[in-house]
T-cell receptor, first 118, second 111 residues
């Protein structure tokens, strides 16, 4: 089946630094990717929709200047947490939708990236 | 907001069938029912999806009522590794249609 890979799986950084998380579709082209964050024992919260070659669409309440999303190719989207603070510590998960003949509406999820800001 | 409601938690004995219900009374004609599960600290895993007919794959069966307002995910022989949070989602079959997660059902498989 289709595979979505995230990197890094875990990252610890100091407050004030920026962290980049990569999301790759390994065996299919993903014109659309979605970014979620998840707090402990809570459900996934959609942050933004990333479209290849255009600006991301952010959900209400998500700061676009804080969470920079770039989807420069059909297999890669990146989420950069800028000037990270302890409250940004969370589990970040990406998902990718297939396109073309494989479009069954199924979303594939990455393994997640756990960010800890000290 | 999520368009589905599920029980917060359920228990099931190992080896028995786990039946997880989901209500989606406002589902639209072009929306599918999807089921995902999330094991602790991992990304969600696709299980199964359907439109109106019952579906079965190697992981589970999906039973959708005739009016499509509710569905049941069936894990035929639950094992300890099936302990997870199960999410029922409705979504149009379009790559651009986002998934909004509800709270899901926390399934505990008891030895």
């Amino acid at each position: 089946g289709a595979v979505v890979s995230q990197h890094p799986s875990r990252v610890i950084c100091k407050s004030g630094t920026s962290v980049k998380i990569e999301c790759r579709s390994l065996d299919f082209q993903a014109t659309t990717m979605f970014w979620y964050r998840q707090f402990p024992k809570k459900s996934l919260m959609l942050m933004a929709t990333s479209n290849e070659g255009s600006k991301a669409t952010y959900e209400q309440g998500v700061e676009k200047d804080k969470f920079l999303i770039n989807h420069a190719s059909l297999t890669l989207s990146t989420l950069t947490v800028t000037s990270a603070h302890p409250e940004d510590s969370s589990f970040y998960i990406c998902s990718a939708a297939t396109s073309g003949s494989r479009n069954t509406g199924e979303l594939f999820f990455g393994e997640g990236s756990r960010l800890t800001v000290l | 907001d999520a368009k589905t409601t599920q029980p917060t938690s359920m228990d099931c004995a190992e080896g028995r069938a786990a039946n997880l219900p989901c209500n989606h009374s406002t589902i639209s004609g072009n929306e599918y029912v999807y089921w995902y599960r999330q094991i602790h600290s991992q990304g969600p895993q696709y299980i199964i999806h359907g439109l109106k007919n019952n579906e079965t794959n190697e992981m589970a069966s999906l039973i959708i009522t005739e009016d499509r307002k509710s569905s049941t995910l069936i894990l035929p022989h639950a094992t300890l590794r099936d302990t997870a949070v199960y999410y029922c989602i409705v979504r149009a079959s379009s790559r651009d249609d986002k998934i909004i997660f509800g709270k899901g059902t926390r399934l505990h498989i008891l030895p």
